[in-house]
């Protein structure tokens, strides 16, 4: 699908960031980074292990040709790191391999399974000539707390980091190699997404995601990263959880709280303007249970 603007802003495309091992990475789109996330895979001595399958019928394209471009191996197994559309819609063209994902993310998929590509389109018009003849596939194989995948030598831990992004998340770390792939559990440059999950969850999994031994870190959305900008996401998080919290106690609706929040630089992410407000609600109802 081509726009007739340059919605990039970061290297794009597929960039190998350990032997063998690949992140696919997408820029921006008509409605800013939303749906344009990254996905990733990994070249085993039998077949290649996919992480994510991203969203319309031509980023699926684009991200077959860079496996392509790379190895002819076949697609033996897919990881899925959480529901949301532009990270699973491509399961399908790499049928027959396996699927596995978290318990509850495979419960999401299932229970949308008939629905989500209708509702994408309705939501993101531009995108819908994009999405045509997509068949959603529920994942085959499920976890609760961590999976190993032993390709040849690597070890590919797969695990749930707790309610976060949201509550079927997981990420993908590469002992051996330092490389993690975190889903959505990390945005670069991208305003972080809190609708689903807990801003609280999110904060305690990223703190859990600094203290492993990376090198490289692939987020579900902007460019390929570091530990340094892992942290600075987690500033964000801690501003939004502190900020919503005080004014909460002050009585505050959400949306005053957003008129006075102080976020600095963080203004100058994609997708900022909207989904700051959506962040402050998702504190604003957590505190709601609690009390
Ligand atoms: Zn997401």
New binding site residues.
Partial sequence: MRFDRDFTHWPIGLHRVAEDVYAYVQGNGPYGNAGF?NAGFVVGPEYVVVIDTLGTNSMHDGFIDAIRSVTDKPVGLVII????V??VLGTHRFMPARVICHRQCRAHIAAGRDTMVQRWRSMRPLLAPDLDDIPVVVPDITFEERISIHLGERELVVFHPGLA??DGDAAVILPGDGVLFT??LFFNRVCP?AF?GSVKGWIAAVENLLQLDTKVIVP??GPVADRTALAEMLRYLHLIQSGSEQAYAEGLTPEEAFARMEIGAFREWFDTEHRLLQDIQRVYESLGQAS
């Fill in positions: 996330s790191t959480h529901h949301h532009d990270h992004h949201t889903g959505d997404a689903q579900g959305h």
